[in-house]
């Protein structure tokens, strides 16, 4: 029981495909840290003295359940379909809690920046493009909602302990991604220099030994010439 546990905690390593490796070595620390957080989240709101609503914590066990059954799938292989299907399952839920709560205006907006830089670094260009679409027909809906009166915000004042504790969380997990993903580019870069050092010493050698073939084909053909 604890092996799996800590085969849990471990990310997957594929053989033979570094840059795959590396996005579900990236994916399964955000899944660890989805999962910590949505387990804390609640806790810390009610230590605030503002317990979460009843919508928000079935939204809490759906994004945990997501999170057990994606980090499984990532084990077999299917790591970029792990990471869009995680993001869909965000933006879906910030959908829902911005349009059921404060609108534009409650805190749960800044769960869509958070989408961005996470599909940025583990799903590529494409899906980051599918989901910015995504998420400003999201924002783009709600603002015609609140202009509409189909929706009206529900407006904290003062500020409640959910509306501290998400957009800390969020700056958290950015800091973390921005954090892996720019040492995954600098791991690159230092690779592709001390590969680009070693065909240098490889074309200087190549350079000399073809310097050393002339110079002995010459005088060869020196000696011939006394013959």
């Known amino acids: 029981m604890w092996e799996r546990i800590k085969t849990f905690l471990l990310p997957p ?30 806790i810390i709101s009610y230590l605030l003295g503002n317990p979460i609503e009843f919508e928000v914590r079935i939204l809490v066990l759906l994004l945990i359940t997501a999170a057990l059954f994606l980090g499984i799938l990532m084990r077999f292989g299917y790591v970029r379909q792990a990471a869009i299907a995680l993001g869909l399952v965000w933006w879906a839920m910030f959908t829902f809690g911005a349009y059921t709560f404060g609108g534009l205006h409650d805190t749960s907006i800044t769960g869509f920046f958070f989408l961005i830089i996470l599909i940025g670094a583990t799903a590529g260009w494409r899906a980051l493009l599918s989901f910015a679409i995504l998420s400003g027909i999201s924002l783009i809906g709600i603002y015609f909602a609140e202009q509409q009166g189909l929706l009206i915000p529900i407006l904290h004042v003062p500020s409640d302990g959910a509306d501290l504790t998400l957009p800390l969380v ?34 200087t050698e190549l350079q000399e030994s073809r310097d050393d073939l002339s110079l002995q084909t010459r005088e060869l053909e020196q000696r011939t010439r006394y013959l």
């Open 13 to 42: 390593v594929f053989k033979g495909d570094e840059e795959k490796t590396n996005n579900a070595r990236l994916l399964h620390n955000l899944l660890l840290i989805i999962l910590l957080a949505a387990t804390l989240f609640p």
């Open 170 to 203: 969020l700056i958290a997990a950015s800091t973390f991604v921005l954090r892996i993903t720019i040492g995954f580019l600098t791991q690159t870069y230092e690779r592709a220099q001390r590969s680009a050092e070693q065909l240098e010493e490889i074309n």
